[in-house]
């Protein structure tokens, strides 16, 4: 699918044309759908929400998102992985999960790829937390780890959506992920002196 019609379409839809959306919708819901995958697959097993329901969950906030001036298909979809990750956030703590490691979901940032969910490593609370302190230091770094961890964007294809080089992508993330580590690392360390 041409990546200037999803953009064009998108456009449209931002200016009030709801056919564009009816249009729009069956031309992303195969790349939604993949995205939701990827983020069920770092979930615990015996997650309530099937990725179907994550997708229908998405576009339910993406109605919300229509006054978004959409650069193009990656926005979107960059978009799309940001609101996944919220949601599954916003189940986590909704569940009585608020104090670490309380049965959510584990994750790695050990590896270079993308971790399994099965990895041994820190949960989603946390690293949701240490990912919005990241922003409030690097914003682009924060975004590398988004796109890249929840979103399973290739190194080229973040380049390509934040306008930087890939390797400032492979830096920012090498970067990023040590920043995780060591906030994650402190997170957890036992506390002296309360």
């Not at 790349?31 to 309530?48: G, V």
């Not at 940032?109 to 399994?116: G, K, T, Y």
Request: aromatic share 6%; proline share 3%.
């Amino acid at each position: 699918m041409s990546s200037h019609r999803i953009t064009g379409l998108l456009q449209a839809w931002r200016h009030g044309d709801d056919e564009a959306l009816a249009a729009l919708t069956p031309l992303v819901h195969g790349e939604l759908r993949l995205l939701a995958r990827a983020f069920m697959r770092r979930e615990r097993d015996a997650h309530s929400l099937p990725p179907t329901g994550l997708v229908h969950e998405c576009y339910l906030r993406l109605l919300d998102a229509r006054a978004v001036d959409w650069q193009d298909r990656r926005h979107f979809y960059r978009l799309a992985a940001r609101l996944m990750r919220r949601i599954l956030v916003d189940q986590a703590r909704s569940r009585g999960y608020a104090k670490r490691g309380g049965g959510a979901a584990h994750v790695s940032l050990e590896a270079d790829d993308v971790p399994a969910a099965t990895a041994p490593g820190r949960d989603l609370l946390a690293l949701d937390d240490a990912l919005r302190a990241l922003a409030t230091v690097d914003e682009r770094q924060s975004q590398i780890v988004e796109m890249r961890f929840f979103g399973g964007f290739s190194n080229d294809d973040i380049a390509q959506a934040l306008g930087v080089s890939t390797k400032t992508v492979m830096r920012d993330w090498q970067q990023a992920r040590s920043w995780l580590l060591d906030a994650l690392t402190a997170d957890r360390a036992p506390r002296v002196g309360r």
